[in-house]
């Protein structure tokens, strides 16, 4: 194997460890919810912020991370953001309260705020344009297996131990993840000149803190006509509209929205959007409708998740090395065509629908997702200077985790609603839930056939529309 190759191997394999962990604790610690609030005598609502913490706080730290890669240098923030997740797990297996665990949870929060976003950056910087397909593949697959096998860790881990290994789990892995970042993450130059935009990080941070836990907390239409609920949201949508304003004008901006102006960018970021609007819809409708509709049980609609992950995580790595050789608009456009057709058989189906029928429909989907999500995100990110990779993925993920969130209150306002009129209408809980889902599939559907027209525009050429990095306006 080449020097180059094998170096290169080893960057990829050190950010994996690093992300995986996240991913994997991440969704593991979602089953702990049951055993907290008996553990601690706490409510649904209490514990709930165990998940929420962490989302708001990842949330609100991604909007510094690209300043922070430019001015401090890539692989050092990224090792900061290791170094906190360790003693965040540390924190939490040590916890002797719940009070303790949400600070625990909040700081994997910032963690994940800091690594996610750089994971790809670092692995780019490592390998040529032609090759980057394969290697995002590979990152693919390791962050979509996570989640896919989190529940089945932790549930193991509750069965037979304590909910503390569900942070003492964490420390191998990240300790790993350390030695080898140390060892084989390149050193970048960091730039001193960049200034630090103090009034976007406020408007951003407080604006992304605020909606998203006005969308996380709201769970139908009345929500939305109460003070605490509707003025954060209000706020947060103010902040963020006050935060690209200042933007646009500002000499060193926080975010450089000008990258929106690369098309391959913003066709691959409106791509990755609809992609995270239809997985966490999918989360919230098929239990939804299995459970409400189809009958089947709490166990079943766990497992029916299990053939989206599986298929997205093995068709990434073939995807990412099909867009290294062949026009990616072809790729993307073919995975959303299977999405859109796994959301329609979905749609169409009857309160009869056999197990093994949603299972493949959604086995079906994760083909889609694999071919689909992360090479739409690898052209976007091709089509970006290098220097300018940080920010690009940031703002790619802040950008998901916003229309996610409010995909799915808008989701699920819509169920509740059109299950709300037809019990009203005399249907059973059945007919009106399935009538419900069903409507919500194909407007899915039809959002991503939407993006197909979109997916074709992708070209192979990487660069061509790329902005050199605007020169450093100074004030007078």
């Known amino acids: 194997m080449p020097k180059e190759s094998q170096h ?27 055993e907290l609030m008996n553990v601690f005598g706490a409510s649904a609502v209490q514990v709930s912020w165990v998940v929420t913490l962490f989302l708001i706080s990842m949330g609100m730290t991604m909007p510094l991370t690209g300043y922070l890669a430019d001015r401090f240098a890539r692989r050092r923030i990224y090792l900061i953001g290791l170094w906190l997740f360790l003693g965040g797990s540390l924190l939490g297996s040590l916890a002797q309260g719940l009070n303790g665990i949400l600070l625990a949870r909040g700081i994997q929060g910032i ?6 976003p750089l994971s790809l950056s670092l692995i780019f910087a490592s390998y040529p344009n032609d090759k980057r397909g394969k290697v995002s593949g590979i990152w693919g697959f390791a962050v979509m297996i996570a989640p896919a096998i989190g529940p089945s860790v932790g549930g193991l881990l509750l069965e037979v131990s304590h909910w503390r290994m569900l942070f003492v789990m964490n ?18 130059k960091p730039n001193r000149q960049r200034r630090f935009d103090a009034l976007g990080f406020v408007l951003v941070t407080l604006g992304m803190g605020a909606v998203l836990f006005s969308l996380g907390t709201t769970s139908s239409l009345d929500d939305l006509s109460r003070l605490d609920h ?4 209000l706020l947060g949508i103010g902040l963020l509209l006050a935060f690209v304003s200042v933007e646009r004008r500002v000499a060193q901006p926080l975010l450089d929205l000008g990258l929106f102006a690369v098309s391959r960018y913003r066709t691959s970021v409106i791509i990755a959007c609809v992609q995270a609007v239809i997985t966490f819809g999918c989360i919230l409708l098929v239990p939804l409708w299995m459970q409400h509709a189809l009958g089947f049980s709490a166990l079943a609609t766990g497992l029916v998740f299990l053939p989206t992950a599986i298929a997205a995580a093995c068709c990434s790595p073939l995807a990412g090395s099909m867009i290294d050789r062949y026009p990616p608009r072809w790729v993307v456009a073919g995975g959303l065509f299977i999405t859109a057709a796994s959301l329609i058989g979905m749609g169409l ?3 009869l629908a056999p197990f093994w029928m949603v299972a493949g429909l959604m086995g079906l989907r994760g083909v889609g997702q694999g071919f689909a999500y992360l090479p739409s995100t690898t052209v976007g990110l091709n089509a970006l200077p290098d220097t300018s990779l940080a920010q690009g993925a940031a703002m790619n993920n802040i950008a998901r985790r916003l229309v996610s969130s409010l995909g799915v209150v808008v989701l699920s306002l819509y169920y509740d609603l059109r299950l709300t009129q037809g019990l009203a209408a005399g249907d059973s809980m059945a007919q009106a839930s399935t009538l419900a889902s069903q409507e919500a599939f194909l407007g899915l559907a039809l959002l991503t056939a939407c993006m197909i027209p979109l997916a074709l525009t992708l070209r192979r050429e990487q660069r061509q529309d790329a902005p ?9």
Request: hydrophobic share 50%.
């Open 111 to 116: 963690a994940a705020g800091l690594m996610i």
């Open 8 to 34: 290169g191997s080893k960057v990829l394999i050190s950010v994996l460890l690093g992300t995986f962990t996240v991913s994997l604790n991440n969704s593991a610690l979602n089953l702990a919810i049951a």
């Open 171 to 188: 420390l191998p892995f990240a300790l790993a993840a350390l030695i080898c970042g140390h060892l084989y993450l390149e050193r970048d």
């Open 468 to 476: 050199s990095p605007a020169p450093c306006r100074t004030r007078p």
């Open 230 to 233: 509707a003025g954060p949201l």
């Open 349 to 351: 189906q009857s309160q």
